[in-house]
């Protein structure tokens, strides 16, 4: 079983419209929660840290949920440009490295 | 251009050839971190670097993997005798040792990669 599962997609979405997905994590001892963007053949990207209270930064929303060990995404008012790989990333142990998800695609259909 | 660098971008080479990878990060981060990623999955992460010492290292490196940060800032990795199954993006990312909000502190900052073929 992986450490971070993640739905695959693609979640085919019209612009405009709110898509959410979430993933799952194993290690109760993740310490810190990101969602990373990852654009075709690119690098991965922050897009936005997850914190327990849940935050929203402009259309995208993140939660948090330590009990159940899973996090979400949520993209309000899809534009054409959120068009992307959305990678669920954990950190854990002492020297902060990642522990990514496979990533969930997300494609925006004008 | 002050993001984190890698050199080359592409690299193609038989089964049998050894490579070397280079890895530029930011200027003021001490923190260096090398991950590996295949068609299809996440980054895996390979190995840590605290200015120039590693301190840790994946069961994902194996004997034929190594890499060195001579003196706290580039650092290389080398991949000995390749096999088919080396072929994949390899990615750096640096971040600072400063503490504090989660993007100043936390973010690691993650360069362009080198995309290995081992044919």
């Known amino acids: 079983r992986k450490e971070v599962e993640q739905d695959p997609g693609p979640f085919n979405v019209p612009e405009g419209a709110t898509v959410a997905f979430n993933c799952t994590y194993s290690?109760?001892?993740?310490?810190?929660f990101f969602w990373y963007r990852q654009d075709c053949r690119k690098e991965p990207k922050l897009l936005m840290s997850v914190y327990s209270s849940g935050n929203e930064d402009g259309r995208f929303t993140a939660q948090l949920n330590r009990a159940s060990q899973y996090i979400s995404l949520l993209i309000r008012d899809s534009k054409l440009s959120d068009s992307a790989t959305y990678l669920c990333?954990?950190?854990?142990?002492?020297?902060?490295?990642?522990?990514f998800g496979a990533g969930t695609q997300v494609v925006v259909t004008p | 251009d002050t993001g984190v660098s890698q050199d080359p971008r592409h690299k193609i080479t038989k089964r049998g050839q050894n490579v070397t990878f280079r890895c530029d990060p930011i200027s003021e981060h001490n923190r260096l971190y090398w991950y590996r990623q295949t068609l299809g999955q996440g980054p895996e992460f390979l190995t840590y670097f605290q200015n120039e010492a590693q301190l840790e290292k994946s069961r994902l490196l194996s004997d034929r993997f190594s890499a060195e940060r001579p003196k706290g800032s580039f650092s290389t990795l080398e991949i000995q005798r390749t096999e088919q199954g080396d072929s994949a993006m390899y990615l750096c990312a640096s971040r600072t040792n400063l503490a504090g909000g989660p993007v100043g502190g936390n973010e690691q900052f993650f360069g362009p990669g080198t995309r290995l073929t081992v044919l």
């Open positions: 290690n109760s001892a993740s310490q810190s």
């Open positions: 990333v954990v950190k854990f142990g002492s020297w902060g490295k990642l522990q």
